[in-house]
């Protein structure tokens, strides 16, 4: 998977019930083509966006996460994406000091009737990780320990 | 000798504040002294690795373990001591979390060495010599232990029955768990020692609606001696650490850096002390958003000061998203 020509990356997607979640769901229903690299995850209000969901989606491997709800001002519980907004800028600062791009955790919009929007970000959001390569967290470290290494082997 | 049961005492990569702690029990030392019989406790008495090496396996009834793990001295003392003790607590913050050595988790062995050894200012190594893992002198070959790149919990690393957080832990957490472990009053294996509340139940201070418009370092205002510190824009982690301690730094005006770790059922200490400040902040969009945490410098220090290698991304990429591949020389390296 990490061959630059067939990468194709793995993106969690977090999207809001109410908007972005339809929106995919337009997206399918009229058959509109976007690349098949997001796995997607339902949630209540990108308000409900716990960072470790984040942490654990790049953890296990994931490339990229993108986080998708309802426009400033139209959050179904009037206030979730604002949260979604503080935490999210505060996430990226933290995760830079990891090592971690920008472009690999990504919020954006959508309302239930932007379809193409929805479309055009995943499609955006894989051509950027694409071209980032793979991220491939867990290899970040490897087995150091001696000790351990003997135990497994006797 | 005596029925008393057998006490183990180890410092790993530790700053030996957990020793000091141990002995800031004052006189009660004493009682645990006379409670226990003292079997390994290298910071204070003349003891050999050959001796616990000696000792029959799960001979020794508790084992105290402090520091992190970062290099093959330190997890070997690990494989031994687990091997040798029935109950193995993680003590500290260091060996619960990672702690200080665990900041070592931002950066890796390569560029550590090259700022000790070559870079840093007040380094004087003009013939660049670093330490190897294998020296050759005429009076044969010397080895020191392999550094690790990524410094280690002592979970990470051998199984763990209690842990007991603080960095380091306040002497009524210690004597809490050295009293559970004499009446066998002990929680179910694999938990922290000590209450689930956080250090905001425990702080004395005036609590209202928290909204701030900038963050302020220790040393740019007096906070107000009555109102939560973080209302004030002082960084605290008190939101969501795991109290213990009796709240004992914001009490002195100092916000709490978390030392105590994550609250039972968190998994990612600094996710949590992230959301906690993310909320207090006064802003809509990410404009404002950013003008604020301008004045918060070093986000990722503050929320993984004590937990970055328990953490789940537990240390930075290397550069470059080159990966680091153990030597197979050293990861084969003969354990003595
Ligand atoms: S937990 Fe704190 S006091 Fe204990 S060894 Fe580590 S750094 Fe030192
Ligand atoms: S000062 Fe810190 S610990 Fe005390 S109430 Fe405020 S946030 Fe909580
Ligand atoms: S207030 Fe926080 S940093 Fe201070 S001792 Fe308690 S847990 Fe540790
Ligand atoms: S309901 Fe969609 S972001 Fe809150």
Known sequence: MSDNGTFEPVIVGFLCNWCSYRAADLAGTSRMGYPATLRDIRIMCTGRLDPTFVLRALQKGADAVLIMGCHPGQCHYQEGNYKAIRRFVLLRRTLRQMGIDDARVQLHWASAAEGVRFAQTVARVTEEIKALGPLDWPHNWPNEDPYALQEANS | ?336
């Open chain 2, 1 to 336: 000798m005596s029925e008393k049961p057998k006490l183990a005492l180890y410092w790993a990569s530790s700053c030996g504040g957990c020793e000091i702690a141990v002995l800031g029990l004052h006189e009660k030392i004493l009682n645990v002294a006379e409670a226990f019989d003292i079997v390994f406790w290298p910071c204070v008495m003349d003891f050999k690795y050959a001796d616990v090496e000696a000792m029959d396996d799960d001979s020794i009834d508790v084992c105290l373990f402090n520091g992190a793990i970062r290099n093959d001295e330190n997890a070997r003392l690990a494989h031994l001591l687990r091997r040798k003790s029935k109950v193995m607590v993680a003590f500290g913050s260091c060996a619960s979390g990672g702690s200080m050595p665990g900041l070592a988790n931002f950066t890796d062995r390569d560029a550590m060495f090259d700022w000790i050894y070559h870079k840093s200012p007040t380094t004087d190594n003009p013939d660049g010599i670093v330490p190897m893992k294998h020296t050759d002198v005429p009076e044969g070959d010397l080895e020191l232990p392999g550094f690790w790149h990524t410094v280690k919990t002592l979970a990470q690393v051998v199984p763990v029955d209690y842990f007991l957080p603080g960095c380091p832990p306040e002497a009524s957490s210690i004597e809490m768990a050295v009293n559970a472990i004499l009446t066998g009053q002990l929680p179910p294996p694999g938990s922290v020692i000590g209450p689930d509340v956080t250090v905001c139940d425990e702080c004395p201070r005036e609590k209202h609606e928290k909204k701030i418009k900038r963050f302020y370092r220790p040393y740019e205002i007096i906070p107000d001696p009555d109102t939560c510190l973080l209302e004030q824009g002082l960084f605290c982690a008190g939101i969501a650490t795991r109290s213990g301690c009796g709240a004992r730094c914001p009490q002195v005006g100092m916000g709490c850096r978390g030392c105590y770790g994550p609250n039972e059922g968190v998994v990612d200490h600094g996710a949590k002390i992230l959301t906690g400040i993310a909320s207090v902040l006064d802003a809509q969009t990410p404009e404002e958003v950013d003008a604020i945490l301008d004045t918060l410098p070093d986000p990722a220090g503050y929320f993984y000061r004590f937990h970055l290698p328990d953490s789940l991304l537990r240390r930075r990429a290397r550069a470059n998203g080159e990966k680091i591949v153990a030597p197979a020389s050293e990861a084969a390296g003969e354990p003595a």
